[in-house]
């Protein structure tokens, strides 16, 4: 199966999903980007360079763990974890952001913006700028940057500008429609490195292109441990580009069965949540470029998200997952801020691994399957992030009063010196 | 009537027409009114009628804070349609349906035009709606005598402008700058060759937009454009100087 095989007249666009809905003065930044991107992708040398450079710069191939104390303790399927954690900065973003960092010096461009939501997307990319010597910006809104002050610190630090965005729900969303502003105005020596699997075509299909990394080596890292293929994959839907990353690496095992987990943060009729596919409010729109299923009212506008972890708090999903899903390739569930926090306590206990909130999603669907799987089963889950960095969202989502003390402790030093 | 043949009779009697800007419901439809009257009086020749969205990509600082405004103070799009009938009956000049596309696709398309039609709108903007994406909806409209209008940009090559030229009816919006709406344009060379070329890809009036906020401005388009665009700089009067206000700048502005 080759879903970027596009038939005539239907480029970008995954079933009815996908397509370019952009201002017309966005058009000609598109196709230069689009021609480029086409050249990478036809270039061996291009994907030997990016491989290289992850390698060099992020610690790949990251490994494949196999999660013995659990798979025993649930008494199902053997649960082994593929390693995005382990990548410099701390997720599965950097291999996106390295790819198009390699693209943008292709296309000849200084300059780089970017949306961010909890601010990992934003935190690679400004490592990356400050590695190719791109002058940065990055889009958050206001209320992520009260909440994500260690990311915007790190940002700040390595040299980005961080903008914060005060239209809107002042989040992720409305951090992308700053960037399209930014865009419109600069595209001739700015690239928009667009964080996630979504927006107009090529992205979906690009940052999938740059995520597929992480499925070719996890098939041939299973394989190599197990002696063959899993049967089950999870991974974590925000916008969707660590679980396009992983599922490419068995679109074609028709016998692995790919499991998306979406927020349902507090469950489903709340309508406090970010779960596209698994529940039943989101519809087929177009916003933010492309035509995919949104959370929107009957008009079309875009209604409130919630999560507990903000890299998946976002109204839509990538195309391609929407055409998937129609098409019964990929299975959608969602796991409850509850839930997630209950997750993360015991994988942190059992196995010493501290999974990012949005990771934890797909922890959580597996362990609730795995116990109704046979012990000769397989499963896979893609830990796309590493949780110790977000000390201050686990901490409160932990509810964790020694460290609440501590922040107050600390407080009262500076309040201290200052006077 | 269509809006081309309105443009030519209107342009009978004077040399550069104008073109308005409110959003639905921001500050208030009460407010609308009053803007739109002034407007009227002051002869503006049409008006774009902006349905609030709640990501206005395309738009700047001004009209996003409208946009979302109006969208908090419960704004519908059946609202923005009755409010089109409304003043389509009440003026004289003729209203366009200004917006995003997914207010039209969530209604759908033939219902979309129809609505647009029944309240006595002449056409359409859809800054994030692409002709690649306009076939039906094209079709639709010409079946019902509808315009949908087509935006050029200094950033379109000759053979996109080409492409751009052969979907246009009625008219064609040339966006003056690069960026969003709202900020200042400097009227210079640049956008007299923007003008130019684009003239080389259709016969069609030709309005001027983004960043069109005074009489100098109007000066420079007279000869080149057939409609200068003007949106931000008046809701922004509208908000510093209420009705006195705005009644001097479009007076001024039109003198």
Request: charged fraction near 25%; glycine fraction near 10%.
């Amino acid at each position: 199966m080759d879903i970027f095989d596009f038939s005539e007249g239907r480029e970008g666009y995954y079933g009815e999903y996908g397509g370019v809905f952009l201002p017309e003065i966005l058009h000609a930044t598109i196709e230069e980007l689009l021609v480029c991107f086409r050249e990478c992708k036809a270039d061996p040398k291009f994907w030997q360079d990016y491989v290289a450079l992850l390698q060099n710069y992020s610690g790949r191939p990251t490994p494949v763990t196999h999660l013995e104390n659990l798979s025993r303790k649930l008494g199902g399927a053997q649960i082994y974890v593929k390693r995005d954690d382990l990548n410099h900065t701390g997720s599965h973003k950097i291999n996106n952001v390295m790819g198009q960092g390699l693209l943008c010096q292709r296309l000849g461009k200084s300059k780089v913006i970017a949306e961010t939501g909890a601010g990992q997307h934003g935190f690679a990319t400004a490592t990356m700028a400050a590695r190719f010597g791109f002058d940065c910006k990055i889009y958050m809104g206001a209320v992520d940057v009260a909440r994500q002050r260690p990311n915007v610190f790190w940002m700040e630090n390595l040299g980005a500008t961080v903008i914060a965005v005060q239209d809107g729900q002042k989040t992720l969303k409305d951090a992308i429609n700053e960037c399209m502003r930014d865009w419109v105005t600069n595209m001739a020596d700015t690239h928009y490195i667009l964080g996630t699997a979504c927006g107009p075509h090529p992205f979906p299909e690009m940052v999938s292109w740059f995520q597929s990394i992480i499925g070719l080596e996890a098939r041939e890292q299973i394989i190599k441990q197990t002696g063959r293929l899993p049967d089950r994959v999870y991974a974590c839907v925000g916008g969707g580009s660590n679980a396009m990353g992983i599922f490419q690496g068995f679109f074609n095992d028709d016998n692995v069965e790919l499991i998306g987990c979406e927020a349902g943060g507090q469950g489903v009729g709340s309508y406090m949540h970010a779960a596209r596919l698994a529940y039943d409010d989101a519809t087929v729109g177009v916003a933010q470029g492309f035509k995919t299923y949104f959370l929107q009212n009957a008009e079309g506008n875009m209604n409130e998200t919630h999560s507990v972890a903000a890299g998946l708090d976002y109204i839509g999903i990538n195309p391609i997952f929407s055409y998937l899903w129609e098409q019964g390739k990929v299975r959608f569930e969602a796991a409850t801020d509850v839930e997630v926090k209950e997750i993360l306590k015991l994988v942190m206990r059992t196995e010493g691994l501290i999974p990012a909130l949005e990771s934890t999603h797909a922890f959580v669907t597996a362990i609730k399957e795995a116990p109704t799987m046979g012990k000769d089963e397989i499963i896979l889950i893609n830990q796309s992030g590493r949780g110790d960095k977000d000390i201050f969202t686990i901490a409160d989502a932990l509810d964790d009063a020694k460290w609440k003390a501590f922040i107050e402790g600390k407080a009262d030093q500076y309040r201290k010196e200052r006077q | 009537m269509g809006l081309q043949h309105y443009i030519a009779e209107r342009k009978k009697s004077k040399d550069l027409l104008v073109m308005a800007h409110v959003v639905c419901g921001y500050p208030s439809f009460a407010e609308n009114l009053q803007e739109l009257e002034i407007m009227a009086e002051a002869g503006v020749d049409l008006v774009e009628l902006q349905f609030p969205f709640s990501e206005p990509s395309a738009d700047g600082p001004l009209f996003v804070h409208a946009n979302e405004q109006s969208l908090k103070a419960g704004t519908t799009v059946d609202q923005c349609f009755e409010f089109m009938k409304l003043i389509s009956e009440r003026f004289d000049f003729k209203v366009l349906m200004m917006g995003y596309y997914n207010t039209a696709f969530k209604m759908g398309e033939a219902r979309f035009v129809q609505r647009i039609k029944e309240s006595g709108g002449v056409g359409y903007i859809l800054p994030d709606l692409p002709v690649e994406e306009s076939g039906n909806l094209h079709r639709l409209s010409a079946e019902a005598g509808i315009e949908p209008i087509i935006l050029m940009t200094p950033t379109s090559t000759d053979r996109r402008l080409a492409q751009l030229g052969a979907a246009s009816r009625g008219m064609v919006y040339v966006v003056a700058r690069k960026g969003v709406t709202g900020s200042k344009t400097s009227m210079g060379d640049d956008v007299v060759a923007l003008i130019a070329r684009c003239r080389q890809h259709t016969d069609l009036p030709m309005g001027v937009g983004f960043g069109i906020s005074c009489k100098a401005d109007m000066d420079f388009l007279r000869g080149h454009a057939d409609l200068a665009i003007v949106g931000t700089a008046a809701l922004k009067i509208w908000q510093e100087s209420g009705a006195e206000g705005l009644r001097r700048f479009f007076a001024e502005l039109m003198a």
